[in-house]
Every structure is written in C-alpha cells, then in structure tokens.
C-alpha cells in the first residue's frame, strides 16, 4: 500500500505537469539461467538469439545505476528480468547490500537454487526486503519436471528453510518472501497444497501466474476445456484455506477467465480506460511514468515485456536521468494516453492489470491514501 500510495502521488503530481522521477526500477543484469523451466520464454530460440548483445552492463556500471537512482529518488528495485540474476552471485549480492544502504526497498525474483549459506546471512543482516521465489509444485516430481532441472526443488526449499532459520537466530523480520508460480495443467489442481507449503516454509504469500504460450512446446501445458471448468473449484478451496491460514495469495484473480487465458490482454488493459489523450488517467497503463526496465545490455525501456527496443536510450552511453526525460519515454507517454499500446502488451501479466486497475482508482480519487485524525 505504501508505494501505491506514492506511485498516485506521482501520477497526479506528472497530471499537473510537474514531472517525477522514476519510482520502481526493473533490473536484469545477467543473461543466463541454470534452469530449463519448460514455459519460459528462453525455449524459444529466436528470442534467445535476439539476446546476443555487443555491450553488456559492467560490475562497475551496475554500481553507478543504485547510486544514480537514489538521486533520482527512486523508492524499488526488482531485480529480475527474464534470467536468473543469480548466476552472478559477487556482484549481485554487492548491487543488493548497496540498495539497501540508500535506504530503497529491494526485491529480487529467483529460482532460488542458488543461494550459499554466507549469502543468506548476508541478505537477513542487511534486512533485503523481498525475495519471490519460483516454485512450480508442490514436490519435487511436478517441480522438477516443469524446470527440467532434477534436484531443484530440493534446493529451493532448502534454502527457504535456510532464510526461516537466519531470521530466527538474527531476530530479524526480513527478508519477506513468497512463492511465485506459473498456472500449468500439471500443477492447476495443487493450488491447495502450494499454499499449504508456502505456510509451512513461512511465506508471506502464495501467487500463481497464467502460462504466457510462447510455444508449441509451451502450448502442451496449457489447462484443456474440463481442466478450465475444474478450475473454479480449486481457486474456491485454495481461497478458503489461505485464509484459514492466514496467508495471501493472489489465487482470486484466477476467477476472471480472460486472465487465466490470456489470449491479448490489451483489451483487458483498456476495458477502464479512456484513452482520449485528454490527461494521464486515460492511459491504459502507468508504466512509462513510474517504472525503468535496465537489460543487460544497457538499454532501458518501460517494460520487461518489452520486445521492441527501437528507439531505446543505454545506459553504456547516458545517466538513467538524461534517459528518463528523454524522447523514448516522453513518446510512450504520449501513445499510451491515446491507447495506442505496442504490439508485446498482449502478454501484460494478470498481476499488473489489476494494478493498474487500483492505480487509476487512486488518481481519479481526490484523497487517495489520506487519513483522518
């Protein structure tokens, strides 16, 4: 809620022409995974290629960006995009500590497999604040499978364990941590005994993720007519006793079938929006004035299903600032009041459009977060 709450202040701060920083960043600083997880884009050779980069980001690059957006008075960091940032551990791990001493909340997305005992520590003395880690089943035989990786579920939990444990004997609240996992018709029917593991392990939540088609390949997983229609069931169980157990997930938003399909959500995205260009309020999505996806490359856009980078400013050549106010980002802002959403917001995950469904509630709400007394 806090950072919904300054995410609005922004947005209506950009609606009176008062430009903002940018508040979330998105940063993917490595290009490769240990994993072969079945529904992952990175199947798809062509994708894979188009990754080759010339330049890359530096250790030493990667370090300036913290600094140069606490400047801007950037408030989150993912660190994430479509790999394993892991597989950098020295310099991930330096990128972390240095977010945290800048006083940014800091988020990371990982398989979790591989995270060393001395890091752990590290991360729980820091107080990092959240980490989301991908687990695709309940067992290792349904997580091992999807990820094509035997012995990785072994790993991950291990490791959740090991972040319970440091929390107990440092006495420390952080990190807070949950499990993420893609919908598939392997694991649909195990909803409940996901939420029963994330309680177990000490999640702070559950969350489930519609399977984007990348793929022939991917397209095996997808849920059939009968497994659709059973799917109502299992959201109704899973809700019942996450709640029982005091725990989130974000299950319900699998009640709306557009969602779980996931055939073009631009549609999705526009359905409570004007898109007449007239203000901010009437873009589909906020994106292009709160957050900044750094690729590996350098290059930087608005999005991390962004797949057209024509246009794109890097951060091998200029200040995330000089970038931030530039052409590129004041462009997007201008198509996206109109509604005119490129071609790659048709895999928008579920999660951000019920977002953006709560920002623009907030900037078309006059006290927005404000508290009587």
Aim: proline share 3%.
């Amino acid at each position: 809620m806090q950072f919904e709450i300054e995410a609005v202040k922004r947005l209506k701060a950009w609606k009176k022409d008062k430009p903002q920083g940018p508040l979330h960043i998105d940063l993917e600083p490595t290009a490769g995974c240990n994993l072969k997880c079945l529904f992952c884009w990175t199947r798809v050779k062509e994708k894979v290629e188009s990754c080759r980069y010339e330049r890359t980001l530096t250790n030493k690059r990667l370090l300036e960006l913290v600094e140069e957006a606490a400047e801007l008075k950037v408030k989150e960091w993912e660190i994430a995009g479509g790999w394993e940032p892991l597989i950098k551990p020295k310099v991930i791990s330096k990128v972390m500590l240095l977010i945290k001493k800048n006083d940014m909340f800091g988020s990371i997305t990982t398989n979790g497999t591989l995270f060393t005992k001395r890091m752990i520590k590290k991360m729980v003395e820091a107080e990092w604040d959240r980490i989301l880690f991908s687990v695709e089943g309940p067992n290792a035989r349904i997580h091992d499978y999807l990820t094509q990786t035997p012995g990785s579920f072994e790993k991950v939990i291990k490791n959740i364990k090991l972040f319970k444990q440091y929390k107990e004997i440092l006495g420390k609240d952080k990190p807070k941590y949950s499990i993420h996992a893609v919908l598939t018709n392997k694991n649909y029917d195990k909803l409940e005994e996901m939420i029963k593991m994330g309680k177990e392990l000490g999640c702070e939540g559950v969350n489930f993720e519609p399977l984007i088609v990348w793929s022939k390949e991917t397209r095996k997983l997808s849920l059939n007519e009968k497994q659709k229609r059973e799917l109502d069931k299992y959201v109704k169980n899973a809700l019942e006793l996450a709640k029982k157990l005091g725990i989130y997930t974000n299950v319900k938003n699998l009640k709306q079938k557009e969602l779980v399909l996931k055939k073009d959500m631009r549609r999705m995205l526009k359905r409570k929006a004007k898109c007449d260009g007239r203000s901010i309020s009437s873009a589909p999505c906020f994106s292009p004035w709160l957050n900044m996806e750094i690729r590996v490359s350098g290059r930087v856009t608005y999005c991390r299903l962004c797949n057209d980078e024509t246009g794109c400013d890097n951060v091998l050549d200029k200040s995330l600032k000089e970038i931030w106010f530039d052409e590129y980002f004041e462009r997007a802002r201008k198509h996206f009041m109109y509604g005119k959403l490129p071609e790659f917001c048709k895999y928008c995950a579920s999660g951000v459009i019920v977002e953006m469904d709560r920002l623009r509630k907030g900037l078309l709400t006059p006290f927005f977060g404000w508290k009587h007394g």
